[in-house]
């Protein structure tokens, strides 16, 4: 036997399907959980159980799906499957990529975007003890409608037998297939070429590996996994399911790894989020794809974070929003009802309240007031505006972009600031205040008039 390292293996991954109950435009393999396209999720668990080469098997047409194969895995090599006939016709597809050579075979598929790196590796192991097919089982709560494994009292497996097909025996079998499998590299293309298509529907079945191996007399064995992972997603309630799934194992992982959650249920994670130790995320916050949280920041209650950098201690809402681009420092703070928008925050910086900072930069330790704005597009370009380290505007500013703040400059509260601020200088822009002597009395009494007239 050999250790993994030591063997060189091959994943073919089928993202052919139409995917027609989910009742979409987009290919079903791209649908996202957890921030991520389901293929993706795939791609990752295979770089993760330390597997070289992968080919995508994809439909035709589907350049779409091609480039996300691309985009998670840039080497993949990427097959097309002219038409439909079945599972083995899919892996057939990539028959350039198994020709190549390998030591062991694993057939996965883009619609089951669950299957942990430790599965997959449980499936190889399988092989490296002597089986040249590992079939991929589980036990489901209702084995009902699923196709089922059935072994010898060694545990072997004999055949895989569609519940259709099953006699009453097996039909009681609880040992139900999950559709992944892995071949003995060096027998894979002999055994997968001699399947055929002499049944009810006229396709070439996967499954039937299992009885061309047993009638070599070669080795087919079964590896369990749970429930949870091997759920293949045809619709959106399915979709749904592998969602809940994906958020409860991100949520545990960031629990366990230092990250505190008062309600974990209620918090959205991204498959790809980096969270430090110590970071405390309150209820009903959302952390989309891209996002990085530094050691002791806060993430106070119903906050909205997408593609942002969070430095160490700083604290950000309740309901704020950080949009693309967002980079705040360590102990800033960007309070309630606060937007930021390609934006970098400096150190200790504070924007608490009612504020949309866009394509911007603020010192460290400024302080921005209530309602401040940057008027960052004219309806055509962006413009920058930047923030001096230590300045202060004033509540109800608007700052026209282009535009800098000097160090330490004050802006007095309701200034429209269209010109730059020296460094320490006071800018003032807004209409002078006059007052009229009795005015408002004047006009409550004349209006009142006119109102008892009609």
């Given at each position: 036997?050999?250790?993994?390292?030591?063997?060189?293996?091959?994943?073919?991954?089928?993202?052919?399907?139409?995917?027609?109950?989910?009742?979409?435009?987009?290919?079903?393999?791209?649908h996202?959980?957890?921030?991520?396209?389901?293929?993706?999720?795939?791609?990752?668990?295979?770089?993760?159980?330390?597997?070289?080469?992968?080919?995508?098997?994809?439909?035709?047409?589907?350049?779409?799906?091609?480039?996300e194969?691309?985009?998670?895995w840039?080497?993949?090599?990427?097959?097309?499957?002219?038409?439909?006939?079945?599972t083995?016709?899919?892996?057939?597809?990539?028959?350039?990529?198994?020709?190549?050579?390998?030591?062991?075979?694993?057939?996965?598929?883009?619609?089951?975007?669950?299957?942990?790196?430790?599965?997959?590796?449980?499936?190889?192991?399988?092989?490296?003890?002597?089986?040249?097919?590992?079939?991929?089982?589980?036990?489901?709560?209702?084995?009902?409608?699923?196709?089922?494994?059935?072994?010898?009292?060694?545990?072997?497996?004999?055949?895989?037998?569609?519940?259709?097909?099953?006699?009453?025996?097996?039909?009681?079998?609880?040992?139900?297939?999950?559709?992944?499998?892995?071949?003995?590299?060096?027998?894979?293309?002999?055994?997968?070429?001699?399947?055929?298509?002499?049944?009810?529907?006229?396709?070439?079945?996967?499954?039937?590996?299992?009885?061309?191996?047993?009638?070599?007399?070669?080795?087919?064995?079964?590896?369990?996994?749970?429930?949870?992972?091997?759920?293949?997603?045809?619709?959106?309630?399915?979709?749904?399911?592998?969602?809940?799934?994906?958020?409860n194992?991100?949520?545990?992982?960031?629990?366990?790894?230092?990250?505190?959650?008062?309600?974990?249920?209620?918090?959205?994670?991204?498959?790809?989020?980096?969270?430090?130790?110590?970071v405390?995320?309150?209820?009903?916050?959302?952390?989309?794809?891209?996002?990085?949280?530094?050691?002791?920041?806060?993430?106070?209650?119903?906050?909205?974070?997408?593609?942002?950098?969070?430095?160490p201690g700083?604290?950000?809402?309740?309901?704020?929003?950080?949009?693309?681009?967002a980079?705040?420092?360590?102990?800033?703070?960007?309070?309630?009802?606060?937007?930021?928008?390609?934006?970098?925050?400096?150190?200790?910086?504070?924007?608490?309240?009612?504020?949309?900072?866009?394509?911007?930069?603020?010192?460290?330790?400024?302080?921005?007031?209530?309602?401040?704005?940057?008027?960052?597009?004219?309806?055509?370009?962006?413009?920058?505006?930047?923030?001096?380290?230590?300045?202060?505007?004033?509540?109800?500013?608007?700052?026209?972009?282009?535009?800098?703040v000097?160090?330490?400059?004050?802006?007095?509260?309701?200034?429209?600031?269209?010109?730059?601020?020296?460094?320490?200088?006071?800018?003032?822009?807004?209409?002078?205040?006059v007052?009229?002597?009795?005015?408002?009395?004047?006009?409550?009494?004349?209006?009142?008039?006119?109102?008892?007239?009609?």
């Open positions: 036997m050999s250790s993994l390292e030591e063997r060189r293996a091959l994943a073919v991954v089928l993202a052919a399907g139409e995917g027609t109950r989910m009742k979409s435009a987009l290919p079903k393999v791209l996202r959980v957890a921030g991520r396209s389901m293929l993706a999720h795939v791609l990752a668990s295979v770089e993760k159980s330390r597997i070289a080469d992968v080919a995508v098997v994809i439909g035709p047409g589907r350049d779409d799906v091609r480039a194969a691309r985009r998670a840039p080497q993949s090599q990427v097959f097309v499957q002219e038409q439909r006939r079945g083995a016709h899919a892996v057939l597809a990539a028959r350039d990529a198994l020709a190549s050579g390998c030591d062991d075979l694993l057939i996965l598929f883009a619609d089951t975007p669950l299957v942990t790196p430790e599965t997959m590796q449980a499936l190889r192991r399988a092989l490296a003890e002597g089986a040249t097919v590992a079939v991929l089982g589980f036990r489901p709560a209702s084995p009902l409608g699923y196709g089922r494994l059935v072994q010898d009292s060694s545990g072997a497996l004999l055949a895989i037998k569609e519940e259709k097909d099953a006699s009453p025996a097996e039909r009681a079998v609880d040992l139900c297939n999950a559709g992944l499998m892995a071949l003995d590299g060096r027998r894979a293309l002999e055994l997968l070429t001699q399947i055929d298509d002499r049944n009810a529907k006229g396709e070439f079945y996967l499954t039937d590996v299992v009885k061309l191996a047993r009638a070599a007399g070669l080795k087919a064995s079964v590896v369990l996994g749970e429930e949870s992972e091997v759920l293949g997603v045809n619709d959106r309630v399915q979709l749904a399911e592998a969602e809940r799934i994906a958020q194992r991100l949520r545990r992982a960031a629990m366990e790894s230092g990250v505190t959650m008062i309600d974990p249920s209620s918090v959205y994670l991204c498959a790809d989020a980096k969270i430090a130790r110590d405390t995320i309150e209820p009903h916050v959302w952390i989309g794809p891209k996002v990085e949280i530094g050691e002791g920041a806060v993430i106070h209650a119903f906050s909205h974070i997408e593609s942002a950098k969070i430095g700083a604290h950000v809402g309740p309901f704020a929003r950080l949009r693309p681009g980079d705040l420092g360590e102990g800033a703070k960007v309070g309630n009802f606060v937007e930021i928008k390609a934006a970098k925050i400096g150190p200790g910086a504070k924007v608490s309240h009612l504020t949309y900072l866009g394509d911007a930069e603020v010192g460290a330790e400024a302080n921005i007031g209530a309602g401040t704005i940057t008027c960052n597009y004219d309806g055509f370009l962006k413009y920058r505006t930047v923030i001096g380290e230590g300045a202060f505007i004033g509540s109800n500013s608007s700052l026209v972009a282009p535009v800098t000097g160090a330490g400059a004050y802006v007095g509260s309701g200034s429209v600031v269209t010109k730059d601020v020296s460094a320490d200088a006071l800018a003032i822009a807004r209409g002078r205040q007052e009229k002597a009795g005015w408002a009395r004047f006009f409550r009494e004349k209006q009142s008039a006119k109102k008892a007239e009609k």
